[in-house]
């Protein structure tokens, strides 16, 4: 199985920070990865698939990165609809997917 | 629009089926899954089966192959999981997901794309 890990786990942050949540996957996944957000007692939301491509509707400060085992999530200037969970999700081993343990982002 | 219902109280060794209701797209040929959410933890892929034009495979996580079975019904539009022979560990939130399929330079990418509200698995004694 392909294991996913986050980094960091929690993060506090600022109203305009710019801030980046890492994803690495145990083997290379090639460019076969999801990031979702999910608010507390909400369903989650895909935000971005391979790797890169923003969903339709995602605000243009959301972006990724990455591809073989390292991958990154960026929001530009934070807002503060942003404070959520983030979860990586690894589609190269479809259907078998995998996700990341979260990465919750508050406020400062 | 999914909406997922049937979830509840059950002790441990029962069983349980749950629904999940589709409007606004072509549900026959939809790929659905089910993912999970164990209280305050991560997401967890539960299964997923195909449309029937694409054969209709199903494929299950490893923690629930040979206890839960995932079927759709589609002349009704709804999906299901039966749950049989439940842990305390099946604790969770349930939610239904169609699978997008989306296209970059020739390659296919899958993901969770639209999700249901999820409805709510308690095993207890």
């Known amino acids: 199985d392909i294991q996913m890990t986050q980094s960091p786990s929690s993060l506090s942050a600022s109203v305009g920070d710019r801030v980046t949540i890492t994803c690495r996957t145990s083997?290379?996944?090639?460019?076969?990865l999801n990031w979702y957000q999910q608010k507390p007692g909400k369903a989650p939301k895909l935000l971005i698939y391979?790797?890169?491509s923003l969903q339709s509707g995602v605000p243009s400060r959301f972006s990724g990165s990455g591809s073989g085992t390292d991958f990154t999530l960026t929001i530009s200037s934070l807002q503060p609809e942003d404070f959520a969970t983030y979860y990586c999700?690894?589609?190269?081993?479809?259907?078998?997917?995998?996700f990341g343990q979260g990465t919750k982002l508050d406020i400062k | 629009h999914l909406v997922e219902s049937g979830g509840g109280l059950v002790k441990p060794g029962g069983s349980l089926r749950l629904s999940c209701a589709a409007s606004?797209?072509?549900?026959?040929?939809?790929?659905m899954s089910w993912v999970r959410q164990a209280p305050g933890k991560g997401l967890e892929w539960v299964g997923r089966?195909?449309?029937?034009?694409?054969?209709?495979?199903?494929d299950y996580a490893a923690p629930v192959k040979g206890r839960f079975t995932i079927s759709r019904d589609d002349s009704k539009n709804t999906l299901y999981l039966q749950m049989n022979s439940l842990k305390s560990e099946d604790t969770a939130v349930y939610y239904c997901?169609?699978?997008?399929?989306?296209?970059?330079?020739?390659?296919?990418?899958?993901?969770?794309?639209?999700w249901g509200q999820g409805t709510t698995v308690t095993v207890s004694s």
């Open positions: 089966i195909k449309g029937k034009s694409d054969g209709g495979t199903i």
């Open positions: 391979a790797a890169s």
């Open positions: 606004g797209f072509t549900f026959s040929k939809a790929w």
């Open positions: 997901t169609t699978d997008g399929i989306w296209y970059v330079r020739d390659d296919a990418y899958y993901g969770m794309h639209v």
């Open positions: 999700q690894q589609s190269y081993s479809s259907p078998l997917f995998t």
């Open positions: 083997q290379t996944i090639g460019n076969y």
